[in-house]
C-alpha cells in the first residue's frame, strides 16, 4: 500500500504489527494490559476528533449534573 494514501488506522496497525514481528514477548505485558483495562488512544483514534469531543462534553455535563444533585 501507498504510504501516501495510508490512513493514521492503518499506519497505526502496521506499526503494532511490526513490533510484534520484532518483540513478540516484549509486547505480551502491554497487551493485557491493554485488554484488561483498556486503551484510551485506541478509543479516540478510533472516534475521530469530533467524536471525542461529544465525549469530554458529555463527560462534563455528567459531572456537573452530579454535582447539582449530589
Known amino acids: 500500500m501507498d504510504s501516501r494514501k495510508e490512513t493514521p488506522a492503518d499506519k ?10 520484532n518483540n513478540p514477548f516484549g509486547t505480551f505485558s502491554d497487551g493485557v ?7 484510551f488512544a485506541d478509543l479516540v483514534g478510533r472516534m475521530g476528533w469530533k467524536g471525542t469531543g461529544i465525549l469530554i462534553l458529555l463527560l462534563v455535563i455528567g459531572y456537573a449534573v452530579y454535582k447539582l444533585l449530589f
Open 12 to 21: 497505526r496497525e502496521r506499526f503494532r504489527q511490526e513490533e510484534l514481528k
Open 33 to 39: 494490559n491493554r485488554a484488561e483495562f483498556g486503551n
